[in-house]
T-cell receptor
Framework: AQKITQTQPGMFVQEKEAVTLDCTYDTSDQSYGLFWYKQPSSGEMIFLIYQGSYDEQNATEGRYSLNFQKARKSANLVISASQLGDSAMYFCAMREEDYGQNFVFGPGTRLSVLP | DGGITQSPKYLFRKEGQNVTLSCEQNLNHDAMYWYRQDPGQGLRLIYYSQIVNDFQKGDIAEGYSVSREKKESFPLTVTSAQKNPTAFYLC?????????????FGQGTRLTVV
């Protein structure tokens, strides 16, 4: 079974608007971390934001925020005021205590920002 | 500057040949990982190592081998047993004891079988 599900293979957003990228996860571990990465066409993986399973507040980093709903096992990434440079693949990942602390990645969402 | 260096950036292999991808880090991280990425897909774990001289198979280890003789280095060999090796390979490292720390990635190696 997929541990990380990203149901949106592709998304379009108008420049300067906000966009939400969905991520749901599956774990029975109590201690885990959720990460979002951006991958531009160059292939590099850029870390964006982190949310811990015990964190009570949603994480924020500049224009990125994470809508964490623990009971629903979702960790959606919100990008505010989209820019053309935000066009890229976005991956949700999970790190579990019981899985050797390895990082498991979802299939990704390709975001295209329109001028 | 601290980081992860992968080389080469592009690699071409003839069928039946073994090739080795290099990964070096100077972040003093204990854990290192190798991922494979196929076009338009997510990352799949090949091998990982949390300590020198020890490594574990990931989800798609068949046809690959690794070594971890030094903390800084985690080379990946793609053997002739790997039937479909054309892919983008990413090496990463992280701190083991702290779950709230991210994985740091190299720039990747694009392997093509010709």
């Amino acid at each position: 079974a997929q541990k990380i599900t990203q149901t949106q293979p592709g998304m379009f957003v108008q420049e300067k608007e906000a966009v939400t990228l969905d991520c749901t996860y599956d774990t029975s571990d109590q201690s885990y971390g959720l990460f979002w990465y951006k991958q531009p066409s160059s292939g590099e993986m850029i870390f964006l934001i982190y949310q811990g399973s015990y964190d009570e507040q949603n994480a924020t980093e500049g224009r990125y925020s994470l809508n964490f709903q623990k009971a629903r096992k979702s960790a959606n990434l919100v990008i505010s005021a989209s820019q053309l440079g935000d066009s890229a693949m976005y991956f949700c990942a999970m790190r579990e205590e019981d899985y050797g602390q390895n990082f498991v990645f979802g299939p990704g969402t390709r975001l295209s920002v329109l001028p | 500057d601290g980081g992860i260096t992968q080389s080469p950036k592009y690699l071409f292999r003839k069928e039946g040949q073994n090739v080795t991808l290099s990964c070096e880090q100077n972040l003093n991280h204990d854990a290192m990982y190798w991922y494979r990425q196929d076009p338009g897909q997510g990352l799949r774990l090949i091998y990982y190592s949390q300590i020198v001289n020890d490594f574990q198979k990931g989800d798609i280890a068949e046809g690959y081998s690794v070594s971890r003789e030094k903390k800084e280095s985690f080379p990946l060999t793609v053997t002739s047993a790997q039937k479909n090796p054309t892919a983008f390979y990413l090496c990463a490292s992280s701190i083991v004891a702290r779950m709230n720390t991210e994985a740091f990635f190299g720039q990747g190696t694009r392997l093509t079988v010709v």
